[in-house]
C-alpha cells in the first residue's frame, strides 16, 4: 500500500488498463495542475492543442510519440502537448470540461458517453481490429480443463469493468455462457494467483505479461474476441463536437499529423521504441522495453489492414460502426445510440 | 629443429625421455586435474547450496514475524468490531511494538454487512513518529491487489512488491482478509521496506563475480545487482531480450526452474560473455519468491587453475632438471657408436688398421664393435682372395683374347683381296659369338685364274672349337693348294680329323674353285648350308646338292664334286648357321627367309655393302638378345674379265658430247712426229698429269704405227682419226681407221713366258695396251675399225 494517503499512480502496479470511472470527483486537484500544465505555457502560434491519452505512456500511444518527434505537427502549425492517461486521469472528462481538444478513447466508450447524451464528435479510427482476448489456464487448479468457451460455463473469472466490459458481456450472450464474473481492476494479479480460471486481457499488452511472469503458450487456453464474432473497433480520436465545429481545420491537421506519425512508427520499429522508452523512463513506469517491442508489434497489427483484412486505415467504416453499435444495443444496455452521421465526421483518414 | 634430431642420436634419445616423461606429468596432471575439478565443483555445490538456504532463513524471519503480528490482528478484528479510534490505536501500538514495519492498514469491507464508523485506516511512520489517517480514496484503494487479492481468495497474500516513489524503497505489503462467517468483513496489511534485503543479499559471501538475485512469484527482479533492473524486468523478459533462440530459451527454462518451488541448481551459459555459471535457487516458501546465487564456473575453479599454473611451472622445470642426466646418458651410449661410424669411413676409404672404440662393458655397442671387428677381418680376407682370382681371371682373359686375335688372323681379312682384279668383288665377315669362335672362311687365288673358297663351322664354341677349326681351314688350304679338287680334298682333311677324334668334334665345309675366266665353279660340301647363287636377273639358286657327312665324323666317308657356272654379276653367297639361326629375345630366327630377303633387297650391292647391311639386318633382329653362334659369310660377285668380254659391257666413261681434241693423221709413219706434237699440246691444254701424257704417247703409237704397218692392203693415202675426251682425270681415246677389221681385243693374251722370239708379233703391243689402260674395246662400224681405250684416275690397269 502507497504511503501516499490518495493512490494517485504507483510504481509497482502493472501498467494495465484499468476502468476508473468511479474516481473522477476525487481528482480535481490533478486535473487543475494537469490543466495547468497543458495550457500555461501556449503560444500565440503556433496552435496550441492537447491530446489525453487513455493510459500510461507506452507503444500504445506510439504514433503520437512519433509525429511529435519528427516535427509532423509542427509542420501543421500545431504546438502538440501528449497528456499522459491512467487510472487518475480520464479523457472524457478532460473533454467535457474542456480542458482537453483531443482524446484517445474506446470506440465503444465514446458511443455510450455520446448516448449518454456528451456530444462528442469521432475524428479517426485507430485501432480497427479487437485486440480483446479471453485468457484461461487450461488446467485450472479447480474445476474442468478449459478446451473451449463453455467449459467457462459456472467457472469464476475476472473482466474489465464500465466500457471495456461490453465486449465480453457480448461474447458470453453471443455463445450462451454464463461464468462467474468477478471485476479486475489494474492489475492482473488473481487470475495468476489461480483466484480464477480466466481473464480479460488486450493481444497487446496482458497477454504478453503473462508470458513474461513465466506463464507459456501452452499453459494457457487463448480466446480472441475477434475471431469469436466479437469485432469492435477500438482506439480512435475523437474531439467535442464544439471544437470541431469552430476549428475544423485544427481538427484536420491534428488527424492528418496523427496519421502520419502511425505511418512513421510503422516505417521506423526501432527508432520509435527508442522514442516510447523516453516516455517511459521519463515517468519511471515499471515497463521492460521487450514488452513494448511486442506491444508495438501488436498494435501496429491492428491498426494497419494486412493483405485480406476488411478496413481501412485511419477510418471507421459504417458496417463496423454497425456491427459495434448492435452487439453494445443487445448486450450491454445501450439504449439510445447516435446515428454515423453527425458523430463520425466524414474527414477522417486524411 | 628436426634436422637436429635426425642428425644425433643423442639429442633424439634425449627428446624421447623428455617426451615420456612429459606424458607421465601431463597425464598425472590430467587427472589431478579432473579429480581436483570434480571435487572442486562438488564443494561449490554444496558451499553454494548451503549459502541459499541461510539466505532463506534469514530472509523468512522478518517476514515471518510481520506475518503473525498481522495474522494475530485479523484474529482480534475477527472477534470482535472495533471503532475507528479503537483501530487507530491498535495501529499505532502495533508499529510501536514492531519497527522493521513500515506502515500498517485496516481496511473495512464495502459490503453493507460492515457497520464500522470508517472505512480504510492507515498507520506509516515519519520522521520517527507514526501518523494513522483515513484513506482518502477508498474506492480506489479497494481496487488495490492488497485488498482484492485477500478479498477474493479469503487468504493471506503477500501482494506482488513494488517500488513507492514517495517513501522512496521497495515495498512489500502482507495483506490478511477478516472473515466472520465465512465472509470477508475486513482485510489487515502490514508494508515493510525490503531495503534490508538488498544489504543481506550484498553481504552473501559470494566472490568477485557471484551475486545474488531475488523473483518475485511472477518473476520480477525484487532485488538485483544492477537496481535498474528490480520491479521493471522479470527472468523471462531478460530470456526474450536474448538475440539467440536457444540462449533464450535455456534462461525461460532457467526462470521456470526456479519459480518452480523446489530448490536446485544449474549449471547455465550466462549472457554477455557466455561464461558458464551455476545458479543456485531456493523457494522463499511464505511469500512464493525465489532466491537465485550465481557462481561463475571460472570463479568456482580459479583455485584449480592456479594449481595448475603452479603445476605446469614444476613439471617444466622438472623436465629441464631431467634433461641433464639424459643428455648424459645419450652422449655415453652414442660416444662409441659415433667411433664406429668414423672407423667405418677409414674403413670405406681403404683404411683397415683404424682404431676401433675399446670395449667397457658387454652391451650392444660393445656387440657391435666385435662384429664390426670381425666384419673387417673377414673383409681383409677376401679382398685379398679376390685379388688373386682377379689375377688369376685377368690372365685367363689376356689369353682368351690372344687366341681370339690368333683366330681371326687366320682368317683373311684384308679387303679388297684382290685390288687388281675387278672380277673378283669379295667380301667376308666373322663375329665370333663368345671370345673365340668355331667358325672359319677362307678364300685364295690358288692361280690368276683360279679362286679357292671355303667357309664352315666347327662344333662347340671357344678355344677348343677355334683350335680345331684353325687345324681344320690350314690343313684344307694346303691340300686344296695341291689337289685343286674340292671333294678330294675334304676328303682328305676328314681322313686326317676323323683319326684320334676322341672329342667327337667336327667340322661342316664348303668349299669351291671358281674360274676366273669362264665363271665356272667346282665345289663340294660337307654337311654345311648349301650357299645361295644370285643370278643378274635376280633368280636365286641354292646350291643344294645332296651334301656329304660332317668331316672328322665317318672316316673314310666320300664327297662329290659339284659344278655350276657363273655369269657376269652373279652373286655366290657362302655363310653359317649364326646368320640363319640368329634369335631374337622371344626365340623368333632369322631364318633362311629372312636372309633370302635380304639377298632380293640388297643383292645388287657390292660385296661389302651387301654383308655390312646383312650383318646390320642380323642385328636388328636379334634386337639386343646375345648373340648365340658365331656369325660368318662371304660373298663373292663374279664379272667376266674385260679381255673377254670387250664391247659387251659399257665403257667406265661414256662421254657423250664431242671430242675435246681430234687428230687425223695419214697412213704415213712420218706422221708420228704430228701426233707426239698433238699429245704434248693437249697435255698442255688438258692440264693432263706427265705420267698419264708418257702413257697416252706409248698407247697411240703402238696402236698407230700398227694401224699404219698392216691395216691397209693398198698403197693409196688413207686418213686416221684420233679423238680425245677428258674428265678429271680420266681420259678417253677412239682411234678410228678404215683399214681391213682387226679385233684387238679378240687376239689370245701374249704369253710372257715365252721367249721374246717365239712371240707372234703384234701381240706384245696390245699386251701392253692393255697393260696401260683401264678399258680397251673393239668395235666396226660402217666398214671401219674403232677403237676405244679409257685411262681413269691413274690407277693401275687391269691384267
Partial sequence: MSVRLSPRRRAGDRPLRCAAGTMSRTLVLSIGLIWLAVSGGAAQSPESVNLVLHWQHQSQFAGYYMALAKGLYAREGLDVRLVRGGPDVRGVELLRSGKADFASLMLSSAMEERARGLPLVHLAQIVNRSNFLLVAWRNPSQGPPIRELADLNGQKLTVWLEDFRAPYLALFASHGVRPVILPQYCTLSLFPQRGAVACSAMRYNEYHVLMQSGIQAADVRVFSLHELGIRMPEDGLYAMQDVWKQRPDTCRKFVRASLQGWRYAHAHHDETIDEVMKYVRKDNLPVNRMHMVWMLREILASIFPAPGDSWTFGRLSRDAYAETRALLTRHSGLHTSPEFDGFVTDEEGL | MINLLNRSLAYRMSALILLGAGLVLLLVQGVSHIEQRRRMLADAVQQGNTLAESAVFQIEVPLGRAESVVQQTAVFLAEKEISRAESAGLIRRTLERNPNLLGMAIALNESPASQGDFKILYGWRTGGTIQVRDREAPALDYQQDWFYLPNYLKRPVWVEPYYDSDAKTSMVTYAVPVLRAGEVVAVVTCDLALEWIHQLLDALPLGESGMALLLSHRGTYISHPVRALEMTETGFSLAEAQADPEMSRNLYQLGLDMLSGQPGYKLFKRPFGDQMAYMHYRPVPATGWALGLMLPQAQVLEPLVRLNRIGALLGLAGLLLLLIPALGIAWSVARPLRHLAVAAHRLAA??????????????????????????????????????????????????????????????????????????????????????????????????????????????????????????????????????????????????????????????????????????????????????????????????????????????????????????????????????????????????????????????????????????????????????????????????????????????????????????????????????????????????????????????????????????????????????????????????????????????????????????????????????????????????????????????????
Fill in chain 2, 350 to 799: 681403404g683404411d683397415f688398421d683404424a682404431r676401433l672404440p675399446e670395449l667397457r662393458s658387454r652391451d650392444e655397442v660393445a656387440r657391435l664393435t666385435v662384429a664390426f671387428d670381425q666384419m673387417r677381418h673377414n673383409l681383409r680376407r677376401y679382398i685379398a682372395d679376390l685379388t688373386a682370382t682377379t689375377a688369376a681371371k685377368e690372365r685367363i682373359a689376356g689369353e682368351l683374347s690372344a687366341a681370339r686375335e690368333i683366330q681371326m688372323r687366320i682368317v683373311p681379312k684384308l679387303f679388297p683381296p684382290f685390288p687388281h682384279r675387278p672380277e673378283i668383288d669379295l667380301y667376308a665377315m666373322l663375329i665370333p659369338a663368345r671370345e673365340v669362335g668355331g667358325d672359319l672362311y677362307d678364300f685364295v687365288l690358288l692361280d690368276e685364274d683360279h679362286l679357292y673358297l671355303a667357309i664352315g663351322d666347327v662344333s662347340g664354341k671357344g678355344v677348343p672349337a677355334s683350335l680345331l677349326m684353325a687345324v681344320g681351314k690350314t690343313m684344307l688350304k694346303s691340300i686344296m693348294q695341291s689337289v685343286r679338287a674340292p671333294a678330294r680334298a675334304l676328303a682328305q682333311v676328314n681322313e686326317e680329323l676323323s683319326e684320334d677324334n676322341e672329342l667327337c668334334m667336327f667340322i661342316t665345309m664348303f668349299c669351291g674353285i671358281l674360274n676366273l675366266k669362264t665363271g665356272d665353279l667346282i665345289y663340294a660340301n660337307a654337311g654345311h648350308n648349301p650357299p645361295f647363287l644370285t643370278r643378274r636377273s635376280g633368280a636365286i639358286e641354292r646350291l643344294d646338292q645332296p651334301p656329304g657327312p660332317a668331316l672328322g665324323v665317318i672316316p673314310g666317308a666320300s664327297y662329290h664334286d659339284c659344278s655350276t657356272r657363273l655369269n657376269d654379276g652373279d652373286l655366290l653367297v657362302l655363310y653359317t648357321d649364326g646368320i640363319t639361326e640368329a634369335m631374337n629375345s622371344t626365340n623368333l630366327m632369322f631364318d633362311e627367309n629372312g636372309l633370302l630377303d635380304h639377298i632380293r633387297c640388297e643383292g645388287h650391292q657390292s660385296a661389302r655393302r651387301f654383308l655390312e647391311s646383312l650383318e646390320q639386318a642380323v642385328h636388328t633382329h636379334a634386337a639386343g638378345a646375345e648373340q648365340s653362334d658365331d656369325i660368318t659369310a662371304l660373298v663373292v660377285r663374279y664379272r667376266v674379265p674385260l679381255a673377254v668380254t670387250a664391247g659387251s659391257i659399257q665403257p667406265v666413261l661414256d662421254f657423250e658430247r664431242p671430242p675435246d681434241a681430234t687428230l687425223r693423221l695419214h697412213n704415213r709413219l712420218a706422221e708420228m712426229n704430228r701426233l707426239t706434237v698433238w699429245i704434248d699440246a693437249q697435255g698442255i691444254a688438258l692440264q693432263l698429269p706427265e705420267p698419264l701424257l708418257i702413257s697416252l704417247n706409248l698407247v697411240l703409237e703402238e696402236w698407230i704405227v700398227n694401224v699404219i704397218s698392216y691395216a691397209y692392203v693398198d698403197k693409196s693415202e688413207h686418213v686416221i682419226e684420233v679423238r680425245l675426251w677428258r674428265d678429271q682425270d680420266d681420259v678417253k681415246i677412239e682411234v678410228e681407221d678404215d683399214g681391213k677389221p682387226f679385233d684387238p681385243t679378240a687376239q689370245a693374251a701374249a704369253d710372257t713366258t715365252l721367249a721374246l722370239e717365239h712371240r707372234q708379233i703384234g701381240g706384245l703391243g696390245i699386251h701392253f695396251i692393255r697393260k696401260t689402260m683401264n678399258y680397251f674395246a673393239y668395235r666396226r662400224d660402217q666398214g671401219r675399225n674403232i677403237i676405244t681405250m679409257v685411262k681413269t684416275n691413274g690407277e693401275q690397269a687391269v691384267c
